[in-house]
């Protein structure tokens, strides 16, 4: 440990699942996952690490200025801790543009950006693909995300070819979108717990999740992905009342490139900049404004600031 670094920052974005196929049969959480597609937003955490020496370990976890339970974050700080034998407080400051569990890649973003924090006060040399694999295995321990991180790591528009941890899972980049502003709106609703651990829905979902994957891998287009995810939400069940009358409105309006968001009570929308206004207007008719999230896509991934 560098003993003169007391503190770091760093930043994940935010990520949108379309469909996916969950992939959590091996014994080693980092070759747990998924496969499936999706794309990172700018709306993002910005996460502080701020740490003491101390006789014994404590941990503070602290949202937009509450301090909250946090286990995702919190697996991340003990495994670190326990990987380089330090016992000290550790006080981690989650500064987001995401709200939690509605289906935005709130806990991957958290525990991400946690990892490259108190993995860079840890040990300076430590890459962000080993930081990353703290956040990863945090997740899927505790059944929050399957494949958030992988995707956060690399930004952009992704396709999920091979399940696991940064270095381990495998992505391929889909050709950026024409329309690189996104409107979200999201409530909780829907837990990814339920779906990732209930062995009928588990089915359901690989079933159709894996022949939609190949489809997005043979023609590799966001076109393609949007049509897909739509057809996952719909053939798997997991759509809505409100996410499924939200779509209406939507393509009723010209917004076609829109579907649900894996796993919430949520939508995201892409858009043209100049059509952002009416997307929010629509959306706001299904949710609280505050619930409604004006982004675009992040063309880079998680690291230090």
Known sequence: MNSRLKKARA???????????????????????????????????????????????????????????????????????????????????????????????????????????????????????????YAHYAEVTNHTGLGDVLAQVAGGFEIRLRPGAPGVGEIMNMSNSNLPHVVLAGATGLETRNFLTDTSWRARINEVGGTLTKRVVSNPTVETFVACSREFANETGLMTERVESALENLSSQGFGDSSMVMLGDSVFCLCAKSDIALAVKILSDHWNSSEVISTSIASQGAGLI
Not at 67 to 74: E, G, K, L, N, S
């Open 11 to 133: 930043f994940a974005p935010g990520h949108i699942t379309g469909l996916f196929e969950i992939h959590d049969g091996h014994a080693d959480p980092l070759h747990r996952g998924s496969v499936g597609a999706g794309f990172s937003v700018t709306a993002g955490t910005v996460t502080t690490v701020t740490v003491a020496q101390q006789a014994t370990r404590e941990i503070i976890v602290e949202y937009n200025d509450e301090i909250i339970d946090a286990p995702v974050t919190r697996t991340v700080v003990e495994r670190l801790l326990s990987q380089y034998d330090r016992n000290m407080k550790v006080r981690v400051q989650h500064e987001s543009d995401l709200p939690i569990g509605v289906g935005f890649g709130a806990s991957g973003a958290g525990a991400l950006s946690a990892a490259i924090s108190l993995g860079h006060i840890m040990n300076t040399d430590l890459t962000l693909e080993d930081a990353a694999r």
